[in-house]
């Protein structure tokens, strides 16, 4: 049995998205694009989902899924009953509505350990002094043929990047990022 709370865990370490109440129901946003939202007593949510594969959804299971408002049948959504899902589908469904309103540079975060995808979140924000303690001392940069080593040349070298790509790999030792691979 799948919580509103379960979701939040999911959504919230996730970059560029923001949890927003509006009209006494809970959204998160990826900008202003609302990608899950919840109903007002929080076991139901509505996902991004694209239209042409929502009746295929519904159909495989009719008492967990089923369609929006008339309303609202011309945006990619979907909505789920929250007990009847199990915690590995609510996963892929949020996460896969999430990388509906990211950049495709972006949809391999989630399966970063977690420092790396909260420095990432960082470094997406420009916010510097939170990246620093996420990076080992040590840290190995390796980017095509870019190499660099320690905390303060990597942090000095993407600040001169304008928009700097997330990780292929990384490696994680005692909490921090260790090992950044592009």
Do not use: N
Request: glycine residues 6%; contains cysteine; charged residues 30%.
């Amino acid at each position: 049995m799948v919580t509103s709370d379960d979701v939040r865990r999911v959504l919230a370490p996730l970059t560029r998205s923001h949890e927003v109440e509006v009209r006494g129901r809970w959204k998160f946003r990826v900008g202003q694009i609302v990608y899950v939202a919840f109903s007002p007593d929080e076991q139901e949510m509505g996902f991004g989902y694209p239209k042409e594969g929502r009746d295929g959804l519904i159909d495989s299971a009719p008492d967990t899924f089923f369609l929006p408002p008339a309303s609202d049948l011309r945006f990619g959504w979907v909505c789920a009953r929250l007990p009847r899902l199990d915690h590995d589908e609510m996963c892929e469904l949020v996460l896969d509505a999430w990388r509906m309103c990211t950049p495709k540079m972006l949809h391999d975060l989630p399966e970063l350990p977690a420092p790396a995808m909260a420095a990432w979140d960082a470094i997406d924000r420009s916010e510097w002094g939170e990246v620093s303690p996420l990076l080992h001392p040590h840290l190995h940069w390796d980017d095509r043929d870019v190499s660099l080593r320690g905390r303060s040349t990597v942090l000095s070298h993407l600040r001169s990047v304008p928009t700097p790509r997330p990780p292929r790999s990384v490696e994680v030792r005692d909490g921090q990022v260790y090992r950044w691979v592009r």
